[in-house]
């Protein structure tokens, strides 16, 4: 697919040019600007949600999938081979009850993991407020909140905007922290040209019931509800990652004819992915702890 500039610009090198420089330089031109045409075109989204606190493998279920070791390898694997990629959290990423041990070690691998946004679910506020505010502090800039509903990336020369919702539903049988502030649902800001991403942390039928307002966005990310999996909610897709950290949604992008067509698929967190060492180290000192807290 060239775009009308690039071909006008082809065609003209096949004229003779009393200039060799001038045709010279106007091909190194069009070499340049097909490949920023041809990287404006594309982008991933590596997409988890509802990690739950599992910081490793659990060696249960038959194919023993999961660990947070094997989720960062994959996507240092991926991000090497796919520069436009946006590396996205949706939340749940911390134990779903208080276990501060383990959350703890959840924050310090955190700050080891590569992702460029990070939501706050209901589950990032388990530990109490000054936890929220240390991780808050440690992924400073990078996390989706009540504070910060909107953060804008890019991915090559593709801008991107992601918005934030934490759904006030799921906090009918749980605990309303008082500290989070509840965001309005967003209505993304910017032009056309910027991809709109809601990450919505709620449950799929409450997603349904926002199709008015979803019909904002290109595409939602799904996080709190566990389900994996791709639906369209009207026009719009809807991505969920799964639970437990068993699978990464890879969803790539491609331009085609002014709309971005979307191949959608699960990563399955197996052996296939070595452990980080970073991680295999926290999980090891956390376990000295957690000895020391039993004796
Ligand atoms: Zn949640």
């Not at 081979?81 to 924050?107: E, I, Q």
Request: one cysteine or more; aromatic letters at 12%.
């Amino acid at each position: 697919m060239y775009p009308l500039g690039i071909s006008r610009l082809v065609s003209k090198g096949n004229r003779p040019y009393k200039n060799n420089l001038l045709m010279f330089l106007k091909f190194i031109f069009s070499i340049i600007l097909y490949t920023v045409v041809s990287l404006a075109g594309e982008f991933s989204i590596l997409f988890t949600a509802n990690i739950n606190g599992s910081i490793e493998n659990c060696g249960c279920g038959p194919e023993k999938l999961g660990g947070l070791g094997r989720i960062k390898s994959f996507i240092a694997d991926y991000t090497q081979k796919h520069k436009n990629t946006v590396v996205v959290d949706g939340g749940d990423y911390f134990n779903s009850y208080s276990f501060p041990v383990l959350n703890t070690a959840m924050l310090k691998a955190l700050k080891t993991m590569p992702y460029d946004i990070i939501t706050a679910g209901d589950q990032e506020f388990i530990e109490g407020e000054s936890f929220f505010n240390r991780i808050n502090s440690e992924v400073s800039g990078r996390i989706l909140s009540g504070v910060s509903p909107e953060l804008k990336t890019r991915a090559g020369n593709v801008e991107l905007v992601f918005c934030y919702y934490l759904s006030p539903v799921i906090f009918r049988y749980r605990e309303k922290p008082r500290f989070p502030v509840l965001p309005e649902f967003p209505t993304p800001a910017g032009n056309s040209n910027i991809v709109k991403i809601l990450v919505f942390h709620g449950n799929l039928n409450d997603a349904e019931k926002r199709t008015r307002q979803i019909q904002f966005f290109d595409l939602v990310l799904l996080a709190h509800d566990q389900q994996k999996g791709s639906w369209k909610i009207k026009n719009t897709p809807v991505v969920g990652a799964g639970g437990d950290g068993e699978y990464v949604a890879v969803i790539k992008a491609e331009e085609q004819d002014g709309q971005w067509n979307l191949n959608i698929r699960f990563e399955k967190m197996n052996e296939r992915w070595q452990e980080d060492q970073q991680i295999k180290a926290i999980i090891k000192n956390m376990k000295i702890y957690t000895r020391k807290d039993e004796q």
